[in-house]
């Protein structure tokens, strides 16, 4: 089993932001210090805004990915 597997994942693509950023901040909020969030998305503002959120929140961002115009984070909640 891998260390990072996702404790809940969220599905965002065919939102735009700031929807991505308002779901993801909701579902962190309601998640348990050291589980981990998987959130899909497809709009390019995403990259930067879910970033900026991880980061201001304090939470860690696991790993970031692009495959096929997907955007793939792993958050840990802190």
Known sequence: MSKNKPTLKIDC?????P???FITRTTLDEMSPGEILEVLA???AAESD???LVEALGHELLSFSKEGGVLKF???KR
């Open 13 to 17: 693509t065919g939102l735009y932001c």
């Open 19 to 21: 929807q991505p950023v």
């Open 42 to 44: 497809d709009d390019p």
């Open 50 to 52: 879910i970033k900026a």
């Open 74 to 76: 792993l958050i840990r």
